[in-house]
């Protein structure tokens, strides 16, 4: 599902010096699992998520992911591309003047879903969530978690075959985080990628799933407890 070989990403700072946010980053994610990713600020985890989506390229290396090339994927494609990918955010990404129902059933307007269809998933969708009782509200009248939730049901409503979320319970209390791990582990259950990245230790160490550390660029395996047992790049 998911193939680096060999990645970097270079930005060239003031004076032409080369900053590498990521490194010779190897990477293989199967179909089906569940990943966490950890790592300090500025050690490379969103300009990951932004390749695997593909709002950026890698500087070089091979970057695969559901059979795309990232490097050459053509701009036609890239609806298609999308289509497969659900995007969490820490900071949600709502759109504040639609309604949390209007919100979620974006993906779907998008793909061009028939009305009725789009009306029946997003009440699955909010049920899931455990928030029919506000589909009407605006983003502003609900709390960071329910918000979150939303933002979740929003990423999985067209179902797709890898879920990213960068830091997605970053401003919620420990209950809401892991009531949202709970929406991801059975996403997970149903099939979906999930790759997941926090600096929440508890929220990892509690769990018995593939751990990946970044650190200035660089990545490696650890196992849930934070000792690394594999090196990831050579
Ligand atoms: N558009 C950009 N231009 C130049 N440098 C960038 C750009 N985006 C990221 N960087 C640099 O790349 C490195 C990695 O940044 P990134 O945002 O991926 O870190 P992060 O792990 O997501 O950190 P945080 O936990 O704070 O979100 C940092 O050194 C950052 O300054
Ligand atoms: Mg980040």
């Given amino acids: 599902m998911i193939s680096f070989s060999h990645v970097y990403k270079t930005y060239r700072g003031n004076e032409g010096r080369e900053n590498h946010a990521l490194r010779n980053v190897h990477l293989e994610i199967e179909k089906g699992e569940f990943v966490f990713m950890t790592g300090p600020s500025g050690a490379g985890k969103t300009t990951l998520f932004r390749l695997l989506s593909a709002f950026d390229r890698p500087s070089s290396g091979r970057a695969v992911v559901n059979g795309y090339d990232i490097s050459t994927i053509p701009a036609r494609e890239l609806p298609f591309f999308r289509r497969r990918i659900g995007v969490v955010f820490q900071d949600f990404r709502l759109l504040r003047d639609r309604s949390a129902f209007d919100n979620i059933a974006l993906p779907l307007e998008i793909l061009g879903e028939r009305r009725i269809q789009i ?28 918000q979150q939730r939303i933002s979740i049901a929003r990423a999985l409503v067209h179902r797709p075959g890898l879920l990213i979320a960068d830091e997605p319970t970053g401003n919620l209390d420990p209950a809401m985080s892991s009531e949202i791990m709970r929406l991801f582990e059975r ?48």
């Fill in 119 to 146: 009306d029946r998933r997003v009440h699955e969708s909010l049920e899931s969530v455990g928030l029919l009782d506000k589909k009407d509200e605006l983003p502003d009248q609900m709390s960071g978690g329910e």
């Fill in 187 to 234: 996403a997970n259950a149903q099939g979906t990628t999930v790759f997941v990245a926090t600096h929440d230790h508890t929220l990892v160490q509690s769990r018995a799933k593939r751990v990946i550390e970044i650190e200035a660029g660089q990545m490696r395996d650890a196992n849930p407890t934070g000792d690394t047992w594999r090196s990831m790049t050579t």
